[in-house]
């Protein structure tokens, strides 16, 4: 089976643009969460969909919106771009979404520049 | 959200025995902990989760502590591809949130 997919790999974009990255989960995983890592740094959780609704959200502006569609992939759009939020933005995915005991996948990750 | 402490950086050598400390005194009683490592380039890798009792898998043993505020993570024989940084988590029942922390960078030697 495939693993957690990301697109683009990399991406660089200018302040003040937006920008979309995508995530195609595991199949048959309905919980899709999002983590922004800066370099030197462990990962950050954004966001958590679980069967389309928000689950949680971490401490990030509103500049930062997400989306889960039927098929369960993922969407994460930052609006407003901050040379701060270069970094490199991952996805996990889960079966369950909703239990400790849960074993979460990562994709590899897109690395967003910006200048 | 419970915090956890690990030392920065350790080294071993290849074929050797791994003990990777963690400490989280502050782990409520629904609190699973958690270990993932995060080899260069790529996302974090799921290595093994217990709540109370230790654990094997084939990847590496988890052993708590009795009283859960600390555990260890233990690799039985380090090889180069163990190289990565070892993060230890908390994580709550009910969610899928994971809080990392900076993790412990381990290097392995030949």
């Known amino acids: 089976d495939a693993g957690v997919t990301q697109s683009p790999t990399h991406l660089i974009k200018t302040r003040g643009q937006q920008v979309t990255l995508r995530c195609s989960p595991i199949?048959?995983?309905?919980?899709v969460s999002w983590y922004q890592q800066v370099l030197g740094q462990g990962p950050q959780f954004i966001f958590q969909?679980?069967?389309?609704?928000?689950?949680g959200r971490g401490n990030f502006p509103d500049r930062f919106s997400a989306r889960q569609f039927p098929n369960y992939s993922s969407e994460l759009n930052v609006n407003a771009l901050l040379l701060g939020d270069s970094a490199l933005y991952l996805c996990?995915?889960?079966?369950?979404?909703?239990?400790?005991?849960?074993?979460?996948?990562f994709g590899p990750g897109t690395r967003l520049t910006v200048l | 959200d419970a915090k956890t402490t690990q030392p920065n950086s350790m080294e071993s050598n290849e074929e050797e025995p791994v003990h990777l400390p963690c400490n989280h005194s502050?782990?409520?009683?629904?609190?699973?902990i958690h270990w993932y490592r995060q080899l260069p380039s790529q996302g974090p890798e799921y290595v093994i989760h217990?709540?109370?009792s230790n654990v094997n898998n084939r990847m590496a043993s988890l052993a708590i502590a009795e009283d859960r505020k600390s555990s260890t993570l233990i690799l039985h024989r380090a090889t180069l591809r163990d190289a990565a940084v070892y993060y230890c988590?908390?994580?709550?029942?009910?969610?899928?949130?994971?809080?990392f922390g900076t993790g412990t960078r381990l290097q392995v030697f030949p």
């Open positions: 217990g709540l109370t």
């Open positions: 996990a995915s889960s079966r369950l979404g909703l239990a400790a005991a849960n074993e979460q996948f």
């Open positions: 988590i908390l994580r709550g029942y009910n969610t899928d949130k994971l809080i």
């Open positions: 502050t782990i409520s009683g629904t609190d699973y």
């Open positions: 199949s048959g995983h309905k919980s």
């Open positions: 969909y679980y069967e389309k609704e928000e689950r």
